[in-house]
């Protein structure tokens, strides 16, 4: 017996954001999967992901304003008479 591709749509997985995870839409089959708890997931990974990218984005406000902070201290350092 031959084996034969299963004829279904290409997922795409190109996931970047929560968004992206939070909208995929898995194929359903006749032996295939519990919809709602995939969905819920889903939902939960698309919530770390974006519990991850907010947790990103202040880290590097706060590497931001250190660095700004010092490079502020290293000019007064450098230029002890102007005040």
């Known amino acids: ?6 004829d279904v749509p290409p997922v795409d ?3 970047r954001t929560p ?3 939070a909208m ?7 032996l295939g999967y519990q919809e709602q708890a995939t ?3 889903l939902a939960e990974v698309a919530r ?12 590097r406000a706060e590497v931001s304003r250190l660095a700004q ?3 502020g201290d290293s000019e007064a350092a450098a230029a002890p008479g102007r005040t």
């Open 39 to 41: 969905g819920e997931v």
């Open 69 to 71: 902070a010092g490079s």
């Open 24 to 30: 995929v839409r898995l194929p359903i089959a006749l």
């Open 1 to 6: 017996m031959a084996a034969f591709r299963r």
């Open 48 to 59: 770390m992901l974006a519990d991850r990218d907010a947790e990103i984005a202040e880290l």
């Open 13 to 15: 997985l190109d996931l």
């Open 19 to 21: 968004t992206d995870v």
